[in-house]
């Protein structure tokens, strides 16, 4: 497969782009492999190049139902950050940040990773003192995380409302410079190019219908095109996790399947180029700009379990109050789309990157609002907790068995509404 360079754009401009290679191949499935993946998303096309990069495992199917992209990766707001702070998160959001900040090079694919800033505001002396909490944490594990006061907000985003009749008013904001957004398809189409050069075999539209075991082990998958047989399969489904982990016999897991809507606006000229975030006790909502031009935000998730990818009037209501709080100025903007993505909610808010009780099954799920940040970390301690049968140090804590043992990761509170931990 060609490297894409601008000699390569040059080329192919002079003789009318019709040089260009597709992307990655498009084989049909083999009887059997070394290792499967389901799930077509970042998390498991990031877990199958990882698995053939480092590990050189080459020999490695991954099946999708639909199609590259077509699921929740185009589904969300792009947000990149590692504002963690308890033990679990803290090291494994980082590490994820890190491998962002080098992928395009890596996957010789421009993912469009723009280290805009992450700004969250903070109304209040008690928001104030939980953040500087966070951050102080942050900076003690090596990130990057500054405190604003209220002038140097207004000096970095001076769109906002910080009138004396404001609804919010806004007293600072805890700044992480590293954080950014990237362009969610790039991500996807990147790591499908990389892996499929390395050898990994992408089958779309290959849903799987059943799971095979043989002796207490896992076997293979029985799927609408034939029965493939391998070792160790990974599943890294998100809103389906539910769905597939019944079939394959893992038993109730403790996560919930939500919808979270998000919104794009009509494009206007270049108005905020930073990440805007607020959350705690005024709502929660969060804003960029895309490169084309789009306000693009959202909120809180439906407070019911769904797995309707559609959004709704309530919702629309509460995320464009929560705008109109802080910026104002966006009242006379159209809204152009509202969208959603169904999410694997955690009962901590808390990810699980983990083997199970089924010999050569493995789990990747309960990502909560922090999916696409994770990606590149996900499939980088995925592919190790496959390759070598037991989790890397970083993901170590992301275990299905911490709730048995009451070794919860309550990050953020964000977690589905039973909160039954």
């Given at each position: 497969?060609k490297?894409?360079?601008?000699w390569?754009?040059?080329?192919?401009?002079l003789?009318?782009?019709t040089?260009?290679?597709?992307?990655?191949?498009?084989?049909?499935?083999?009887?059997?492999?070394?290792?499967?993946?389901i799930?077509?998303g970042?998390?498991?096309?990031?877990t199958?190049?990882y698995?053939?990069?480092?590990?050189g495992i080459t020999?490695?199917?991954?099946?999708?139902?639909?199609?590259?992209g077509?699921?929740n990766?185009g589904?969300n707001?792009?947000?990149?950050?590692?504002?963690?702070?308890?033990?679990?998160n803290?090291?494994?959001?980082?590490?994820s940040?890190?491998l962002?900040e080098?992928l395009?090079?890596?996957?010789?694919?421009n993912v469009?990773f723009?280290?805009?800033?992450?700004?969250?505001?903070?109304f209040t002396?008690?928001q104030?003192?939980a953040?500087?909490r966070r951050?102080?944490?942050?900076?003690l594990?090596?990130?990057d995380g500054?405190?604003?006061?209220?002038?140097?907000?207004?000096k970095?985003?001076?769109?906002?409302?910080?009138g004396n009749?404001?609804?919010?008013p806004?007293?600072?904001g805890?700044?992480?410079a590293?954080?950014g957004?990237a362009?969610?398809d790039?991500?996807n189409w990147g790591?499908?190019?990389?892996?499929?050069a390395?050898?990994v075999?992408?089958?779309?539209?290959?849903e799987?219908?059943?799971?095979i075991?043989?002796?207490g082990?896992?076997?293979?998958v029985?799927?609408n095109?034939?029965?493939?047989?391998?070792e160790?399969?990974?599943?890294?489904v998100a809103g389906?996790?539910?769905v597939?982990?019944?079939?394959a016999?893992?038993g109730?897991l403790p996560i919930?399947?939500?919808?979270?809507?998000?919104?794009?606006?009509?494009?206007?000229?270049?108005?905020?180029?930073?990440?805007?975030?607020?959350?705690?006790?005024?709502?929660?909502?969060y804003?960029?700009?895309s490169?084309?031009?789009?306000?693009?935000?959202g909120g809180?998730?439906?407070?019911?379990?769904?797995?309707?990818?559609?959004?709704?009037?309530?919702?629309y209501t509460?995320?464009?109050?929560?705008?109109?709080?802080?910026?104002?100025?966006?009242?006379?903007?159209k809204?152009?789309?509202?969208w959603?993505?169904i999410?694997?909610?955690?009962?901590?808010g808390s990810p699980?990157?983990?083997?199970?009780?089924?010999?050569?099954f493995y789990?990747?799920?309960g990502?909560?609002?922090?999916?696409?940040?994770a990606?590149p970390?996900?499939g980088w301690?995925?592919?190790?907790t496959?390759?070598?049968?037991?989790?890397h140090?970083i993901?170590?804590?992301?275990?299905?068995?911490?709730?048995?043992?009451?070794?919860q990761?309550?990050?953020?509170?964000h977690g589905?509404?039973?909160?039954?931990?």
């Amino acid at each position: 497969m060609k490297r894409y360079s601008a000699w390569q754009l040059f080329k192919q401009g002079l003789t009318g782009q019709t040089g260009w290679s597709p992307a990655w191949r498009q084989p049909d499935p083999k009887p059997a492999y070394d290792v499967i993946i389901i799930g077509g998303g970042g998390h498991g096309l990031a877990t199958a190049y990882y698995l053939a990069k480092i590990h050189g495992i080459t020999n490695v199917a991954l099946l999708e139902k639909g199609w590259i992209g077509g699921g929740n990766s185009g589904r969300n707001t792009t947000i990149v950050r590692s504002n963690y702070f308890v033990e679990g998160n803290t090291a494994f959001y980082e590490h994820s940040l890190k491998l962002w900040e080098g992928l395009s090079q890596d996957l010789n694919y421009n993912v469009m990773f723009s280290q805009r800033g992450h700004l969250n505001l903070f109304f209040t002396p008690g928001q104030r003192d939980a953040l500087m909490r966070r951050y102080n944490i942050m900076r003690l594990n090596g990130i990057d995380g500054e405190f604003l006061n209220r002038e140097q907000v207004q000096k970095m985003v001076p769109h906002l409302n910080y009138g004396n009749q404001a609804r919010l008013p806004i007293m600072g904001g805890f700044l992480q410079a590293r954080a950014g957004t990237a362009r969610h398809d790039a991500v996807n189409w990147g790591y499908a190019r990389a892996a499929s050069a390395l050898g990994v075999d992408i089958i779309q539209n290959c849903e799987v219908t059943g799971f095979i075991k043989k002796a207490g082990r896992i076997a293979g998958v029985e799927t609408n095109r034939g029965e493939i047989r391998a070792e160790k399969i990974g599943m890294a489904v998100a809103g389906s996790t539910s769905v597939l982990a019944g079939l394959a016999g893992l038993g109730k897991l403790p996560i919930e399947s939500h919808k979270l809507q998000a919104f794009v606006s009509e494009p206007i000229k270049p108005f905020l180029d930073t990440v805007v975030v607020y959350g705690a006790g005024h709502g929660h909502f969060y804003i960029s700009q895309s490169d084309k031009g789009g306000m693009v935000f959202g909120g809180n998730i439906d407070g019911y379990n769904s797995y309707a990818q559609k959004g709704n009037l309530p919702i629309y209501t509460d995320v464009a109050s929560c705008a109109m709080n802080v910026m104002p100025a966006l009242g006379r903007i159209k809204l152009l789309r509202q969208w959603a993505g169904i999410m694997d909610m955690s009962m901590d808010g808390s990810p699980f990157i983990t083997k199970t009780d089924m010999p050569g099954f493995y789990l990747n799920a309960g990502w909560c609002y922090g999916g696409f940040k994770a990606i590149p970390g996900s499939g980088w301690c995925f592919a190790h907790t496959i390759a070598h049968d037991r989790p890397h140090e970083i993901n170590s804590l992301l275990t299905l068995d911490r709730y048995a043992h009451g070794r919860q990761i309550d990050e953020s509170g964000h977690g589905p509404y039973p909160k039954a931990h």
